[in-house]
């Protein structure tokens, strides 16, 4: 899959790249005759406005004063096909207060009464400059005489002082069809760079002629390297469901900075090799605090008197900690000083991490180490792209005495030892041992799989009314969830509402158990009481699944382009055991279902029936084993999701006798 | 005061929290506003507020949040967070200030401070507002943000030079009493004990269930502009002040005004062309500052740029019309409130500005700002409010006729062709009528995938081979008639795998593939049951049932009716066809909480109607 996502700039020469379906002069004003009498965009006849040019230019200069500044020029040509493609030539920019937007154009083409191309051209009067807030500033302009079949021309440029280059975002929302990428930058700078997403474009590199800066009273000179992409024909972006993070699938050009070497001074390299990346996060601060004293070694004792296992020592001091530093709800890696947080008593996720760390590696032959993490929700980690910026946070992987590993994410609330939040479960993370080595763990591997088990004891009485109890264990992620739902209604009563509601039934009762405690797991139990069954006649139509657990509305796209990404792996255990009584006999039973999907591994489907005297036990499983499932297995995970919503609809005809 | 006794009277606060019996979430124990008047252009907000948190759901209670612009500002703030024993000093250096410009230009701020504390805790807070460049209406005041939340004490207080007169209303609290002292009169009012309200689902307007205090100066000034607002007469003369020189639409749209309209035969048929001029050579822009904010653009600004705001698009079509010789009037409503008080006028009670036409047989309503909507339709965010119109005679409050609530409607009419592997094909014919016909502007531009989600959305199905066989309205054919409505006819099919559910020689059918199950609540009703505007949604599914299968089992009819609304199922074979046919009606309604236990009872049989299914047997 990671084929299909990525490739290495440098290797791509795609033959069509200058065949746009509309052609354009990409030079500002020079706007066609064609370009302002099409009506539509035929390769998307949908399209309310299409992109008929856009080029954006990337800039690392250096001032003659030797000060870094980076220069993004926008030029961008629109066609308005639709009332709603007015909206894309609306501009906001929002920059940080260093930044400084500048050179704002904006032209607008109509046909005229006569056919001849009318220009508006856009007053400065329209274009506002403003605090946004407290860091950032906001500039927006609207360009004049915009009607369905204009062609809107912009361009602007926003100063910044750096020599960072964020993403650059080549596919749109609306359709493309023609983009350029400029990237220029000193030859001092060397950048880690990676192309995402579907869509392909082409690219070439150079270098310019020398420039120069003057530092010190002497001048030094400097060539630029240049990058330069084109692609054409693109697609918009398409927003798909169960996706962590959609814009990685667009087509986009990240750069990362991996080396700064100027005359003066050695090479110092930031990330040439994820050893690089280690070392910088073992000179943050982040593992002399994790190596550094815990401040409340004394007060650890009692704690700890009468625990005995890893699991128990470990929550001990996780609860110890946590009871002691509030989390501010922040997450970050490098921590301030966690003395000073144990003393204000708040700290962000960081600072929390380490206190816990520094308490656990104060015990005899404990180990607690970081294990950096990039958020789902920023796209995959690839091994080929390096950079400090890759990582978004931190949890930790502690070796207890007897060689079991646990992880940890401290500040999750309502979680556990092996529960981290969906969002941190990844393939890649980054273990930083404290003997100085590192590694990667897979944690989708490496976490327990969620579980759901419910056991149903229901009878049904002589008027064909069901009623019973329903014990549901959850296990790990799950069990989070269902915690942290709880805690998110004001009272008990509007969390048995919203059940009730959710699975359409009539709950008599329903309690919770274990949902303050730090443990995997919570309990919930539920009565019914007189529920109505379909009948007919003698008939009496039983579902035994008494509230589904998939909805078929999850998966209502027929094709899919990006892969399905699940929260967690996940094991749904059903036991329902019914007593029909001596009234009833069972006229039909439903099917056996056993269905294994060799496209998500060892997920499977199992769903089983079977009577003893007046007792018929059904036995459904399901398991998902792969939390992310390729695009090209779409087919096949819609149809074994469409399987779990028919067994779970199984029903079973009785007969009164 | 040492910081010990602190812990001891946030125990004293919960104590008479516990006798409020309300299990509130948090107990606003002082909220002491005065408003200082100095002179028409000038005056101040003194605010202390005290806030218990008691748990998390008490949270909002606690948020500190400001409004400002350029003559609206924070000169002081402080606050003191209590907690365990230990106090926390928070300054004008911690708040968070953001814009909130959504339009192109905006001066609009705020500035806000939320405790990132873990209940429960005490916060106090104090500061002051300056107000500069005058205002038209004194700080609103509402002590109670939230559901559950008690305020034991608080008081509102607006001081004003000697003669001037201000007008005001409010909710629970009652009459202000009033002094006059040195030159200053006061007018203050009380709430004590109020114990909070609890929010719940069809319930009446929280304004109805909190203390506030609206009031304003009559005679006021606003940005510079000096103004009277004691009548909406009056204030009607204002707002028709500030549209005076804005009509100065360029002779070259005059002449193409009389080139558009040149070919019509009636006044009705000359607005519907300028309207649909509107729409093609405008956009809503929003740009407002100041006065900005009521004042519209000249009209030649609009026709030179292509866009402007709610006030600048319709004073723009305004003068269109006039030069058709067509006379119309500029009106301003609230869209997120039907009721403008005829006793109390005031500046910022409306948030929007429409155009009212008198034609042959109508009043035309025009939404200038999105000429997408159909010409001729009041839309459901103005039929039934009270608005203002605006002419040189100043303010008339009137109300925009509003629609009986049987032309609100939804109908779906499906086939679904059952197979014996379970697998069906469907065919859908959606109508969709008054309001609901409004979610279907601008659906032709969706992509076709969101047009798929779009109209799957209901369907507890997977499908497969959709495809859009059809979209129609009438939006364009408004024929004269005050009475005449919108709709929307939409054909689409597609296939389903796994339909039916197979069990041996049995297989079961969903009753209705876009089941319309209702939510109610489980807990003892607190408020009143209120729906504002009745509708109703009528369901037909034709089953064809595959050859060798016959119905072994039907649901049975269901017939409901109540105050709050009705339902009707019924489920027939006939031949190898089951009809079904479903139709729930919700009336307008306003009943007492003892009600909810029919309401309830109304809305599981509903649901359990929706839920039940078919069962057909291999007829061999």
Known sequence: ????????????????????????????????????????????????????????????????????????????????????????VDYEIIYNVDENVNSIRAVTYNAGADGEVVRTKMSRQYVFDDKYSDNYRRTTFAPENVAIGSVVEVTYTVVSKTASINDIFIQQESPVNRMDVIVSYPTYFTYNRMMRGYERCSSTSSSEALESFNLGGRTYDYKKHIDSYTATNLPPIKKEPYAYCPRQYALSLVYDIRQVWFPWSSPESLSNNWTDVDR?????????????????????????????????????????????????????????????????????????????????????????????????????????????????????????????????????????????????????GRLLHLDGEAEWVDLTGELPSSAESAFAKLSLNADGKLSGNVKVKYTNNISQEIKSDYHSFASEEEWIEDTENEIGLSIEEMSISGADDYTNSVSVDFTLEGEDLNSSGNMVYLKPVIAPFHSESAFKDEQRNTPVEFPYRETLTYVCAIDIGDGYEVSEMPQQIILNAPGLGKSYIMMQFKQTGNVIMVNYKYSLSNMIVPAENYQELRLFWEQACVAEKSMITLVKK | MTKAFLPGIILFCLASVTVAGQNNHAVICLDQEVFTMKNVSSGSLTVKRVVDVLDIHGKDEAIFYTFTDKSTILSSFSAIVSKDGKTTRVGKNDLSFVSLATGLAEDSFVTAYSPDTQPPYRIEYNYIIQYKKGFAVFPFYSPVQSEKSACENGSYTIEVPDGTRIAYRSNIVGEPECTDKNGIVSYKWAVSAYPGYVSEHKMPSRLGLVPWVQASPEEFMFDGVNGNQSTWERFGQWQYSLLEGTDDLPEQTVALVADLTRECSSDTDKVRNLYEFLGDKTRYVSIQFGIGGFKPFRASLVDKTGFGDCKALTNYMRCLLRSAGIESEYAVLNTNRAFLDPDYASVGQTNHAMLCVPVEKDTLWLECTNPSYPFGYRHSDVAGHNAIIINSDGGHLVKVASYPDSLSKRCQNTTVVLYSDGSASLKVNKKDYLDYSEDWIGFSSLSEEKKMRILMSGADVQPQDFSLDGISDNFKSYDGDPMWTPNVSIDYSFNVRAYSGINGTRMTVMLNPFSKKMQFQRGKRQNRIVTAAGTSVHDTVRYVIPDGYVVESLPQDVVLDGEFGSFESTCRSIGNTVLVRQTTTLKPCDLAPSEYDKYREFIKTLNKTYSSYLVLVKSD
């Not at chain 1, 035929?42 to 980076?70: C, H, K, W």
């Not at chain 1, 943050?284 to 890893?310: H, N, T, Y």
């Not at chain 1, 816990?356 to 950096?372: F, G």
Request: hydrophobic share 40%; charged share 25%; with cysteine.
């Open chain 1, 1 to 88: 899959m990671r084929d299909i996502l990525v490739t290495m700039i440098g290797l791509l020469v795609w033959a069509g790249a200058y065949s746009q379906t509309i052609p354009v002069n990409p030079s500002f004003g020079k706007v066609s005759d064609l370009e302002v009498s099409m009506k539509v965009y035929e390769p998307d006849t949908t399209a309310s406005a299409v992109l008929l040019y856009g080029m954006q230019e990337v800039e690392i200069g250096i001032s003659p004063q030797g000060n870094f500044a980076r220069t993004r020029r926008v030029h961008q040509r629109w066609k308005i096909l639709k009332d709603e493609g007015k909206r894309n």
């Open chain 1, 280 to 428: 910088y996060y073992r000179e943050s601060g982040l593992m002399s605090g994790i190596k550094g004293r815990f401040p409340a070694a004394k007060e650890l004792s009692p704690v700890l008197e009468g625990k005995a296992s890893p699991a128990e020592v470990i929550s001990a001091v996780r609860n110890f900690v946590c009871s002691r530093v509030e989390w501010d709800e922040y997450r970050s890696i490098i921590p301030k000083d966690v003395h000073n947080v144990w003393r204000q008593g708040k700290g962000s996720s960081a600072e929390i991490n380490v206190l816990v760390a520094q308490a656990i590696n104060s015990l005899d032959s404990y180990c607690a180490e970081p294990v950096l993490i990039k958020d789902r929700r920023n796209g995959f980690l690839f091994d080929h792209h390096i950079g400090i910026s890759e990582f978004d946070t931190f949890i930790l992987r502690i070796t207890a005495p007897d060689g079991s590993v646990w992880y940890l994410d401290p500040v999750l609330k309502d979680a556990y030892l092996n529960v981290i939040s969906p969002k941190y479960i990844v393939t890649q």
